[in-house]
């Protein structure tokens, strides 16, 4: 029997971050927490270049915490986009010897959200957790295992959008 390599840490976290390991419960886990701050690391970082302005027609940032806007952030919103990131990364990925790479179907799966999240320079910082969210759908296809990837990657929105909700009616409690 030949020996293997031995993963280093650095390895082990990338491969469960982007999907390509069956520890569903670690990507789901890395996914939320890289999504959450690669978020509010590009949007603070786009609040300090452009101004308070940035965030006018950004569709993540309630005026109010309303029924209405707690359904479409933990039903609707994880589930159409989840559809539509499996859509693009099937179409663009999922061709034997013809599909796009992981890299280049995650950059076009993130490029298609931002529009998605308003109009402001602010839904640019989706583009990170749909890339990522992109690459975990990729890897999961790619292994015969879509629809598996497809409610791993659903979990990954919802859990996300929960957390920036209860942060919201934390931080401001005046939008609850």
């Given amino acids: 029997m030949i020996p293997q390599p031995k993963q280093t840490f650095r390895q082990t976290f990338w491969r469960d971050l982007t999907g390509q390991s069956d520890r569903w419960g670690r990507t789901l886990v890395l996914a939320v927490v890289v999504g ?4 509010m690391a590009l949007g603070a970082s786009i609040v300090l270049i452009a101004g308070e302005g ?14 209405e806007w707690i359904i479409a952030s933990l039903a609707f919103a994880p589930l159409i986009e989840s559809l539509a990131i499996c859509f693009v990364v099937w179409l663009l990925g999922n061709h034997k010897g013809l599909g796009w790479p992981v890299w280049a179907t995650s950059l076009a799966c993130g490029v298609l959200a931002v529009p998605y999240h308003g109009l402001s320079l602010a839904s640019f910082a989706v583009f990170p957790f749909f890339f990522l969210m992109a690459a975990i759908q990729h890897h999961w296809m790619k292994r015969g295992k879509g629809w598996e990837g497809f409610w791993l990657i659903l979990a990954i929105h919802l859990v996300a959008n929960a957390l920036g909700l209860i942060a919201m009616a934390l931080l401001w409690p005046e939008l609850a």
């Fill in 54 to 67: 940035a965030y006018d027609n950004f569709s993540g940032i309630p005026d109010a915490l309303t029924e």
């Fill in 36 to 39: 959450r701050l690669s978020f």
